[in-house]
């Protein structure tokens, strides 16, 4: 696994990334109405007056956040705490690139307000693997080529990891209709379902 | 999305008082559908009232042997619950039906009943849609109207409650109890969604400012008996073109009780008491589960792009009656429809 951040901050900085790009483009609308000055500091401290207090703990680091009630768990991850490994596809719930694990749930992080989950514990895909080591499912999905583009992987996994946590799947039928809320448009179903079993025989 | 102030609600009283103060509020329970429509300004709440910290979150039996599911039981929750399972085999089977494993981790089982129609005018703040700004007419009546009613329509609306759920807790009679400003009350279910008529931006009857805080399962789960037969675009995560929840009760090859609810077709989940009178003494055929079907299908009427959905709704009645009347539930996980 590639640490994003690691990896952008190792570039020249003459040569930006295309996330940075991305990222630097994103910091407008989160500054945006803000007094003068505001815009230099940690997105956490800039409070806008409605700001909301809300404590997460995601992947295991806890994180005293004031936030403009409308920001979504997944631009939350996104775009303030730089947790890019959540996918924002269509925004709308009917993807499932978002999804990460609150409370050792699956669930859309594009549907709900951050501020609605204070105390809740957050698993997204970065905070999948222990100390190291790949995930198993990240394991499976690498030894199946489960993936083509790699869009939809994080939300795959995360989705499959809360699946396995509710040990409702037994057959690859089952597999497939509860992971029906993660498409992938390169199409790579067969072998998602297939790195998937690999995972549930090894949990 | 327009601003708006958050605010938690610590139970049912502090949640209603807040609500009085503020006629343009709106609780938030799951968010599933209230987030997607305000990200989109269909809703523009000034205020958002979290209740996610109300004690609403139990499935109990209650005295006459019925079950109180708490309105902040999430779909997924409900659908596995032993009790739902075992008892109320229809309503589990309708909610695995809907959505997807993420959508029903978050879902509530009062904001199911309180889901907005996917109308894709409805959505689109471009176009006309009377149930989205009351007076401006309706473009599905003679625009892409596929996934549209059949039944109940009007000249102002003519789109379709999108809930599996609603749609066999309408077969099972469940009672839905709310609270308001001017206290509580309770509705049955036939009479909590309305038809749209010269109204349709209320879905529900539902007084301003009320809250639902439960729904209450009466005794009779129809569990050795039963169906939910869904027909969609697609194999799974896609609203019903169709769906029918049945119960029966045989006496041998007879039906003693009979009830059968349709999804996809209506402004609500749709029943129709001349329908079930069809079955009601007669034998558990295919014959009699026609007949019943013409009687439920009488005054349908389809638009440019839906009128398949007659004779699909008529095929779905009768297959799903068979299916109920042999005791072969349809799976939500195999799709194969036997």
């Given at each position: 696994m590639t640490d994003d951040r690691t990896d952008a901050s190792?570039?020249?900085?003459?040569?930006?990334?295309r996330r940075e790009i991305i990222a630097g483009g994103a910091m407008v609308p989160i500054t945006m109405?803000?007094?003068?000055?505001?815009?230099?500091?940690?997105p956490r401290s800039a409070?806008?007056?409605?700001a909301v207090e809300v404590n997460l703990t995601i992947n295991g680091t806890r994180h005293a956040l004031m936030l403009d009630?409308?920001?979504?768990l997944l631009d939350l991850l996104?775009?303030?705490?730089?947790?890019?490994?959540t996918k924002k596809g269509c925004?709308?719930?009917?993807?499932?690139?978002?999804t990460v694990l609150i409370d050792g749930r699956r669930a859309?992080?594009?549907?709900?307000?951050?501020?609605?989950?204070?105390?809740a514990q957050i698993t997204t895909i970065e905070g999948l693997a222990a100390s190291g080591a790949l995930h198993p499912l990240q394991q499976a999905f690498i030894d199946h080529d489960?993936?083509?583009?790699?869009?939809?992987t994080p939300g795959q996994i995360c989705s499959a990891a809360g699946l396995i946590a509710e040990?409702?799947?037994?057959t690859a039928e089952e597999i497939r209709e509860l992971m029906s809320g993660n498409i992938c448009r390169c199409g790579a179903y067969t072998n998602i379902v297939a790195a998937i079993q690999q995972a549930m025989e090894r949990s | 999305m327009i601003n708006f102030q958050y605010a938690r609600a610590s139970d049912v009283a502090d949640a209603v008082r807040q609500m009085a103060n503020d006629p343009t509020a709106k609780f938030v329970a799951g968010g599933t559908n209230l987030i997607d429509l305000m990200k989109i300004d269909v809703e523009r709440p000034t205020k958002v009232i979290d209740?996610?910290?109300?004690?609403?979150?139990q499935v109990e039996g209650i005295q006459g042997g019925g079950l109180r599911i708490g309105a902040l039981v999430r779909n997924s929750d409900l659908a596995y619950h032993p009790l739902i399972e075992q008892r109320y085999p229809v309503l589990a089977s309708a909610v695995m039906a809907g959505a997807s494993q993420q959508l029903r981790n978050m879902a509530s089982t009062g904001g199911n009943l309180l889901q907005r129609t996917r109308c894709h005018y409805f959505y689109d703040t471009a176009t006309p849609c009377n149930k989205r700004?009351?007076?401006?007419?309706?473009?599905?009546?003679?625009?892409?109207?596929?996934?549209?009613?059949?039944?109940?329509?009007g000249d102002a609306c003519i789109a379709t409650h999108p809930s599996d759920m609603c749609v066999a807790l309408a077969m099972l009679e469940a009672k839905v109890h709310v609270t308001g400003a001017s206290g509580d009350r309770v509705i049955a279910f036939a009479d909590f969604h309305r038809l749209p008529?010269?109204?349709?931006?209320?879905?529900?009857?539902?007084?301003?400012?009320e809250i639902i805080t439960a729904v209450e399962l009466p005794p009779r789960g129809f569990a050795t008996n039963y169906t939910y037969l869904k027909i969609r675009?697609?194999?799974?995560?896609a609203f019903a073109l169709v769906s029918v929840a049945v119960g029966l009760e045989l006496d041998g090859d007879t039906i003693k009780e009979g009830r059968f609810a349709l999804g996809g077709?209506?402004?609500?989940p749709w029943r129709d008491p001349q329908a079930e009178a069809a079955l009601r003494?007669?034998?558990?055929?295919a014959a009699t589960f026609a007949r019943a079907a013409e009687v439920l299908l009488r005054d349908a009427r389809g638009y440019e792009h839906n009128t398949f959905k007659i004779d699909l709704a008529r095929r779905c009645i009768v297959r799903a009656l068979s299916q109920a009347a042999r005791g072969t539930p349809q799976s939500q996980s195999s799709k194969k429809i036997m």
């Open positions: 190792s570039r020249p900085s003459s040569h930006p990334t109405g803000l007094p003068s000055g505001a815009a230099a500091q940690s409070a806008t007056p409605d009630a409308r920001t979504t996104r775009e303030h705490l730089d947790l890019t490994g925004d709308q719930g009917q993807c499932g690139a978002c859309n992080s594009c549907l709900t307000f951050a501020v609605m989950y204070d105390g489960a993936f083509q583009c790699g869009y939809c040990g409702r799947a037994k | 209740i996610n910290r109300l004690p609403l979150k700004e009351p007076g401006s007419g309706c473009s599905a009546i003679n625009g892409h109207n596929r996934m549209h009613a059949i039944l109940g329509t008529g010269d109204t349709p931006q209320r879905d529900t009857t539902l007084n301003p400012g675009d697609r194999l799974s995560y077709v209506a402004h609500k003494g007669q034998p558990a055929n």
